[in-house]
Every structure is written in C-alpha cells, then in structure tokens.
C-alpha cells in the first residue's frame, strides 16, 4: 500500500518504528491491523444488559408458528439463493 502523507505524519511514524525497531512499513501494518481488529471486533459482538440477555434466550426458546409474511420471506429467500 502507498499513501501519502505530510512529512511530519511521516517523521512521527518513522520514529514511532524506531522505537519498535521495525521498519516503518511494518509499523503502519501493524497499527492499521490492530485497529482493523478493534473495529471488526466491535461489529462481531452485541453486548446485552441480563434483562435483554434473558428475553433473548426467552425468545429462541419460543416455539411459535411462522407468520404468513416469515414463510414468504423464506421463500423469496429459497427462490432467490444458490445453494450448493
């Protein structure tokens, strides 16, 4: 990856790397992929308060009919997706 940068933002990163003793290509690599993980982290998580936690294992525990419109949206779903 190429980006272009202030010579100041550059002169930090460099002596940010010099400190990890990295060159500072590995240093921009590590920092966006640990913040990439962070970001991504808090998208895969949902984080519940025990009531909604408690509601939520109520409801899959529910055995209740499909709706008409739930039973159109599968099949849209099925006529829709290839399954292999």
């Known amino acids: ?18 400190l990890m003793g990295v060159e500072a290509s590995a240093f921009v690599v590590m920092s966006a992929y640990a ?21 939520l294992l109520a409801a899959l ?3 209740t009919t499909p709706t008409p419109a739930l039973l159109e949206a599968w099949q849209l779903h099925q006529d829709q997706v290839v399954h292999s």
């Open 1 to 18: 990856m190429d980006q272009r940068t202030k010579p100041s933002v550059k002169a930090s990163i460099e002596a940010a790397a010099d």
């Open 35 to 55: 913040r990439a993980q962070e970001l991504l982290s808090g998208r895969q998580q949902t984080l519940l308060s025990q009531g909604d936690h408690q509601a």
């Open 61 to 63: 525990d529910d055995e």
